[in-house]
């Protein structure tokens, strides 16, 4: 979720996050997650902090950007899908053979 302000409206919340802003918190099915909101609005640092979603700051653009929830030390929803790329031998190498290991996926875009 990317933001261009420090603020995240509640509506914009649920709507990206599927969390609903409510007097005892951030709240999805049965669960809520205590929260200070400020109106109807969430501060992101607070917002990132109550949802454990890591939060990557660009003030030279002036952008907010929270990742996905995360629990601990790893991602809950980081499930890779099945990839089979040449390796530098140019022989196919499957991400899956490296199941159980510890794996630093990195990748870049233009955009």
Known sequence: MIVSEP???AD????RTGWKLRPE???????????ASQGDAVDVAVLSDAL??????????GLWC???PASGKALESA???EMVL???????????SLRGQKVLLIAWASW
């Open 7 to 9: 603020r995240v409206a």
């Open 12 to 15: 914009d919340i649920e709507r």
């Open 25 to 35: 918190g951030l709240c999805r099915e049965d669960v809520c997650v205590p929260v």
């Open 52 to 61: 454990r979603m890591p939060l990557v700051v660009d003030d030279a653009h």
């Open 66 to 68: 929270l990742g996905p």
């Open 79 to 81: 499930v890779a899908p």
């Open 86 to 96: 040449p390796d530098l031998d140019g022989k196919p190498f499957a991400l899956s």
